[in-house]
């Protein structure tokens, strides 16, 4: 089966540098995409990785090694707004654009 | 330009009725997705569409879930009858082609079945 952990909570405070992990069991590798999700709120599109290495969209980073079948996200300059859960994923399969989420990491930020 | 709108936001239905959840993609998106997530466990995959096509049905639990796409628009996800297990916020998102990696889902339906 395939599978993707994360830790279940990270806490940081205001200003902080926080890193999400999250390790993927998969038959086949077609990328890692990152979503953030308030309370009640819809999942929201972050990252992705489909190649080793850094990605960097403004404060948010994201990392993938495939050869350690892990990647993260790392969250720079922390802000009370970025209290929300975030999801790894992968996509399902070749003939497949289904994704495969992680169990969630709930980032609380304090000041 | 409008997101992903989903309808009903909250749904409080007895065991043993019908539900009907609605999902307007956005414009221009052919790849439609249906998740669910229940318990505050992760989201799960139910079905693909491409255009009015079901591409993918894999996730569906059950035969007492009905998805529809009608002209490769809209969708409705039908449980009938519910069950107490079906309990849970179900999204919709869409993408466009070649890009599944990035979908864009609406705000969630929360079902309520009790």
């Known amino acids: 089966g395939q599978s993707l952990e994360q830790p279940s909570e990270v806490t940081a405070v205001e200003g902080a540098i926080v890193q999400i992990n999250c390790t993927y069991q998969?038959?086949?590798?077609?990328?890692l995409s990152w979503y953030q999700q308030h309370d009640g709120g819809a999942p929201t599109f972050l990252s992705y990785?489909?190649?080793?290495g850094l990605e960097e969209t403004g404060r948010f980073s994201s990392f993938l090694s495939r050869s350690d079948s892990y990647g993260y996200l790392l969250l720079q300059e922390l802000q009370m707004k970025d209290s929300a859960s975030y999801f790894c994923?992968?996509?399902?399969?070749?003939?497949?654009?289904?994704?495969?989420f992680g169990t969630g990491t709930r980032l609380q930020v304090f000041p | 330009e409008a997101g992903v709108t989903q309808f009903p936001s909250h749904s409080v239905i007895e065991k043993g009725q019908t539900v009907t959840l609605r999902c307007d993609p956005i414009?221009?998106?052919?790849?439609l997705y249906w998740y669910r997530r229940v318990m505050g466990k992760e989201i799960k995959f139910l079905l693909h569409?491409?255009?009015?096509?079901?591409?993918?049905e894999s996730g569906m639990p059950n035969n007492r879930f009905l998805a529809e796409r009608t002209g490769g628009t809209y969708s409705t996800l039908k449980v009938q009858p519910a069950e107490l297990e079906d309990s849970g916020v179900y999204f919709c998102?869409?993408?466009?082609?070649?890009?599944?990696?990035?979908?864009?889902f609406g705000p969630g339906t929360r079902l309520t079945v009790t």
């Open positions: 990785n489909a190649l080793d």
């Open positions: 414009s221009g998106h052919d790849n």
């Open positions: 569409f491409v255009k009015e096509s079901k591409q993918d």
């Open positions: 998969t038959s086949g590798f077609y990328g």
């Open positions: 994923a992968v996509r399902g399969g070749p003939d497949t654009d289904k994704l495969i």
């Open positions: 998102a869409s993408s466009v082609a070649g890009a599944s990696y990035e979908q864009y």
